[in-house]
T-cell receptor, first 113, second 110 residues
């Protein structure tokens, strides 16, 4: 069966510090991979998605970047965090067919102080 | 106008009540309709997925789609405290990204 792992679960970072969130998927090949952000009490905002190694599409221009160095690994990064980067970050995967049903990781809660 | 609208709640009901959660959408091209449940500080998990208009039942949960009115609903029968969570509708059009509603927070009180 497929599983998705996301870490770290929680982190507190100062403004201006770098960020790296990691996501890996097991039990499948060539998944579509996604990074979402969820602000408190709000819906899911798609940040990046990837259909293959090295192929990244950005939905919202901002202080963040994403990379996919391996088939089942997706990384969300920032060189210098802003206060507005605080939020709940979710990684998700789907198969490249059908109705694009997403399976989410457990999330990473980022607080920028 | 947002593509998918959902009342944020919170919706508070007593245990055993029938719960109705709803979303409206604006794009008639949407084809696939999903409901996700998200517990506090967790990732969303897929509850129900349907393609066509009508009802789909899974245990205590029934998803209803009315494409003519662009309206989808999730009904929960015999609600339990463990159903307390945020429920997100999600709608998909082939070739595009999944579009989420903002979520409705449900509280079922024992």
């Amino acid at each position: 069966s497929q599983t998705i792992h996301q870490w770290p679960a929680t982190l507190v970072q100062p403004v201006g510090s770098p960020l790296s969130l990691e996501c890996t998927v097991e039990g499948t090949s060539n998944p579509n991979l996604y990074w979402y952000r969820q602000a408190a009490g709000r819906g899911l905002q798609l940040l990046f998605y990837s259909i293959g190694i090295g192929q990244i599409s950005s939905e919202v221009p901002q202080n963040l970047s994403a990379s996919r160095p391996q088939d089942r690994q997706f990384i969300l990064s920032s060189k210098k965090l802003l206060l507005s980067d605080s939020g709940f970050y979710l990684c998700a995967w789907s198969m490249d067919s059908g109705a694009n049903v997403l399976t989410f990781g457990a999330g990473s809660r980022l607080t920028v102080l | 106008q947002k593509e998918v609208e959902q009342d944020p709640g919170p919706l508070s009901v007593p245990e055993g009540a029938i719960v109705s959660l709803n979303c409206t959408y604006s794009n008639s091209a949407f084809q696939y309709f999903m409901w996700y449940r998200q517990y506090s500080r967790k990732g969303p998990e897929l509850l129900m997925y349907t393609y066509s208009s009508g009802n789909k039942e899974d245990g205590r949960f029934t998803a209803q789609v009315d494409k003519s009115s662009k309206y989808i609903s999730l009904f929960i029968r015999d609600s339990q405290p463990s159903d307390s969570a945020t429920y997100l509708c999600a709608i998909y059009n082939a070739g595009n990204m999944l579009t989420f509603g903002g979520g409705t927070r449900l509280m079922v009180k024992p």
